[in-house]
Nanobody
Framework: VQLQAFGGGLVQAGGSLRLSCRASGRIHYTYVMGWFRQAPAKEREFVSAIDWSGAHTEDADSVKGRFTISRDVAQNTIYLQMNSLSPEDTAIYYC???????????????????WGQGTLVTVSS
């Protein structure tokens, strides 16, 4: 499966953005789709994930209550609604697919086999 992320940009602190990630190819119900981010000079970190059935989601503590992941099965797309953004959220955001998840939401980047190209989110103070 190939992934394409878009929707990043420049936003002021306190603002909102919605990222999208469209998948080409069939997404099986056992897949888990996730968002990760990587800030300059930092390691890639887990942000949020959802199993393709939509039954389970997982969010990093740093984004709970501010970010919401969702998916549109008909559009083969996942979304990340980001509210109350802060400069600490500045990073390149990547979407990824865990093909072997069988519905179990995992948070380690190494468990995800397919990655999109990333979209830059910059939050100004």
């Amino acid at each position: 499966v190939q992934l394409q992320a878009f929707g990043g940009g420049l936003v002021q602190a306190g603002g909102s953005l919605r990222l999208s990630c469209r998948a080409s190819g069939r997404i099986h119900y056992t897949y888990v789709m996730g968002w990760f981010r990587q800030a300059p000079a930092k390691e890639r970190e887990f942000v949020s994930a959802i199993d393709w059935s939509g039954a389970h989601t997982e969010d990093a503590d740093s984004v709970k209550g501010r970010f919401t992941i969702s998916r549109d099965v008909a559009q083969n797309t996942i979304y990340l609604q980001m509210n109350s953004l802060s400069p600490e959220d500045t990073a390149i955001y990547y979407c990824a697919a865990d093909r072997d998840a069988f519905g179990v939401v995992r948070t380690m980047a190494g468990d995800y086999e397919s990655w999109g190209q990333g979209t830059l989110v910059t939050v100004s103070s």
